[in-house]
């Protein structure tokens, strides 16, 4: 019965948001806004009035790079 439902802890999630760039690769807030100013790191998917966020390959290549 409960076999086709999908198991979504294990999903990557659809946007990591600032919070979670900062605790995932260990930098700070004021790091990750100079990035977005420098241009070292994209601009955030503004997603709603109080909701931005990266799609996690987007990140994970600026971080790469």
Sequence with gaps: ???NLKDTTSQEPKFL???DVIRIYG???T???RGIKSGTIPEPTRISPRFIGW???KIEAAFRA
Aim: aromatic share 6%; glycine share 6%; net charge neutral.
């Design 27 to 29: 930098i700070s807030q």
């Design 31 to 33: 790091a990750l806004y």
């Design 55 to 57: 799609a996690p390959d």
């Design 17 to 19: 948001r600032p919070a």
């Design 1 to 3: 019965m409960g076999a």
